[in-house]
């Protein structure tokens, strides 16, 4: 599934509670090995969270581990019908003790799943030297760390919000395409000058749904400004002055200029880009096939910036990785993400479906530079991950958090409300969120 990494998923009531009433209670059962035997005949349940063309590339690569290692058997599956139903999956295997040792997991999961009790630490191991853990961008690294405390498995998937840009809609309106020098005022101007009432063009297009995509596309904007999203204490600080100038910025171009196409959706935003109708927008990756296959004109750059700051933000997700009692399982569900993470396989896995390369390494490969002629731009997009400094918070209140500045920031952007005081309702309300758990 080319799925977007940053989704919000309702998350499934209860996992916290199912962990903490029943941390690793009975997980250590009959028939567990508890002396390593790398040796013994061992299975491994892995839920891969894809499907189609995804899940496909990922089941040969098993089999190709397994020929390796004829003592390892890997039963492979997506693990639900849809990446989001995985963690309500694996919630209620916590609670009946059958769950994978491995499975892809949104980033915005990491902090459910570590306090279920059910995962490993991978603290010691790697600092390995062969898995060069430092290869992984920043963002990757601290969303399998989200308490600070534990790893709990490894990178799966790394993306960043960039700009795109339509030539089309440029030529049409004799603006000048975008530099890597472009201020957000430079931006706001070409806004302005793309849009057309008459033939319902615009300049650019924000999410108001209220979801992770209306709230994460904020944070780039707050971070540039020097604001952060929660405070050394835990609490929200993005009603901060930094907050309210971010968004104050945004309100001017949606309601004053009306240069902003405000979509309900979350997904009609790329179909107006690809059909010329959209001047610019900000996306990762997962847009670039779809554009291509529409024949769209377009670049790709970094995001405007602010004082010389082009800070973006990523939605790494993850390979987590569960503790069943078993040290041979454990072993050799290391080994195997060891293994599907190294640049070797990472360029037969997330390079040749389309995804950025996990590490900096591969961006010169032959490989990647193959689906960079297939996808203009990906390069570009590989770069910016340097400019992925900042990391969102994986706390277990971020969920009720996201939901309420996403909120504020749809009532602002449709007219309905000024940018401070609905920042600072939603802090109320996130913090809130944030004590909660």
């Known amino acids: 599934m080319r799925h977007h990494s940053h989704s919000t998923v309702r998350i ?22 508890t002396e390593l035997d790398p040796d013994a005949d061992v299975t491994i349940t892995w839920w891969t969270g894809q499907s189609d063309e995804a899940e496909a590339i990922l089941e040969d690569l098993a089999a190709e581990f397994e020929s390796d290692h004829p003592n390892v ?14 963690l309500q999956k694996l919630s209620a295997g916590f609670a009946s003790d059958t769950y994978p040792n491995i499975s892809y997991s949104f980033g915005s999961w990491a902090s459910e799943l570590e306090t279920s009790g059910r995962t490993v630490d991978l603290r ?18 601290a969303t399998v760390q989200p308490t600070g405390d534990k790893i709990i498995g490894f990178p799966a998937l790394v993306d960043n919000l960039s700009l795109i840009y339509n030539k089309t809609v440029f030529d049409a309106a004799g603006v000048d395409y975008p530099t890597e020098d472009w201020t957000w005022d430079d931006f706001r101007d070409a806004a302005k000058k793309m849009t057309d009432p008459s033939t319902e063009t615009y300049g650019y297009a924000y999410s108001v749904s209220g979801s992770e995509e209306t709230t994460w596309q904020f944070w780039p904007h707050l971070w540039q400004n020097g604001g952060e999203i929660l405070a050394d204490d835990g609490t929200a600080a993005f009603a901060s002055d930094a907050g309210v100038e971010a968004l104050t910025f945004l309100q001017e171009m949606a309601v004053d200029d009306q240069s902003v196409y405000l979509d309900q959706t979350d997904t009609k935003f790329a179909q107006l880009f690809a059909a010329d109708r959209i001047g610019m927008m900000t996306s990762g990756p997962w847009q670039l096939y779809d554009l291509n296959t529409a024949g769209t004109d377009y670049g790709v750059t970094i995001l405007p ?13 993850i390979w987590a990785m569960f503790d069943t009692g078993d040290v041979n399982e454990a072993y050799w569900s290391f080994e195997l993400m060891k293994w599907l993470t190294a640049p070797a396989q990472d360029l037969r896995w997330n390079v040749e479906f389309g995804n950025l390369p996990l590490r900096e390494s591969e961006v010169d ?39 309420a500045v996403g909120s504020a ?17 939603a802090a109320k309300a996130a913090d809130e969120a944030l004590s909660d758990n």
């Open 12 to 33: 499934a009531a209860g996992i916290a509670a199912v962990g903490t009433a029943l941390a690793l209670t009975g997980c250590t059962g009959a028939g567990k090995a």
């Open 409 to 425: 920031i749809s009532h602002v952007l449709q007219g309905q409300g000024d940018p401070k005081e609905a920042l600072e309702e």
């Open 305 to 317: 910036g602010t004082d010389g700051d082009h800070q973006t933000v990523s939605g790494p997700d």
């Open 73 to 86: 058997t890997i039963d492979i599956s997506s693990g639900a019908s849809s990446t989001e139903e995985l």
């Open 124 to 141: 010691d191991q790697v600092d390995d030297p062969e898995l060069a853990w430092d290869e992984f961008p920043a963002a990757a690294r």
């Open 365 to 403: 490969s032959p490989e990647f530079q193959a689906q960079v002629a297939a996808l203009p731009g990906l390069d570009i997009m590989a770069a910016n991950s340097a400019n992925a400094i900042n990391s969102r918070p994986t706390v277990t209140g971020y969920v009720g958090l996201s939901e």
